[in-house]
T-cell receptor, first 114, second 109 residues
């Protein structure tokens, strides 16, 4: 059982390029999330999905888009990368059906935009 | 606005006890979580509090006071492997997690 996988592990990207970060979970969790983590700041929610076919905007959605075509996959796309999107990106998932709804995190993608 | 405050860094000695505090101001409260994050790794779940009081889990305990907007994580019998960042997060009225910046705990022999 892998839990949550993310790809790539790290990436250096030229500004203006399009990039998709992949996230797959095998726990059959309903909810999935994308966060970015920057030094000195808490995890910030970019987008989330409560169930397959639905998505919502988090705290910092600008410049990012997501889709949730099925339960397992939740890709994050940067349409035209900018240097301020340099960060570590974490995907997470949770069952989404109880008050005690713990989020489980993938290993992260370290993205550098030059 | 919503705010979670934790100390940036703490230092403790192997075998000792350390308390990491977290204060919060959020729009609604639906539980408080503590996560551990080793450098370069993903956060992993430690504890969950939704009612006032102390939750104990082995060497780790977490306390919550909703009226004071306050929680702490207590780590006993510190081991070198406890060197990590500890993240406090509150689930708000929209059932989204609001995260503190984390407390980096340094354990010295």
């Amino acid at each position: 059982i892998a839990g949550i996988t993310q790809a790539p592990t790290s990436q250096i990207l030229a500004a203006g390029r399009r990039m998709t970060l992949r996230c797959t979970q095998d726990m059959r969790h309903n909810a999935m999330y994308w966060y970015r983590q920057d030094l000195g700041l808490g995890l910030r929610l970019i987008h989330y999905s409560n169930t397959a076919g639905t998505t919502g905007k988090g705290e910092v959605p600008d410049g990012y888009s997501v889709s949730r075509a099925n339960t397992d996959d939740f890709p994050l796309t940067l349409a035209s990368a900018v240097p301020s999107q340099t960060s570590v990106y974490f995907c997470a998932s949770s069952d989404g059906t109880s008050d005690f709804d713990t989020q489980y995190f993938g290993p992260g993608t370290r993205l550098t935009v030059l | 606005g919503q705010n979670i405050d934790q100390p940036t860094e703490m230092t403790a000695t192997e075998g000792a006890i350390v308390q990491i505090n977290c204060t919060y101001q959020t729009s609604g409260f639906n539980g408080l979580f503590w996560y551990q994050q080793h450098a370069g790794e993903a956060p992993t779940f430690l504890s969950y509090n939704v009612l006032d009081g102390l939750e104990e889990k082995g060497r780790f305990s977490s306390f919550l006071s909703r009226s004071k907007g306050y929680s702490y994580l207590l780590l006993k019998e510190l081991q070198m492997k406890d060197s990590a960042s500890y993240l406090c997060a509150v689930r708000d009225s929209n059932y989204q997690l609001i995260w503190g910046a984390g407390t980096k705990l340094i354990i010295k022999p």
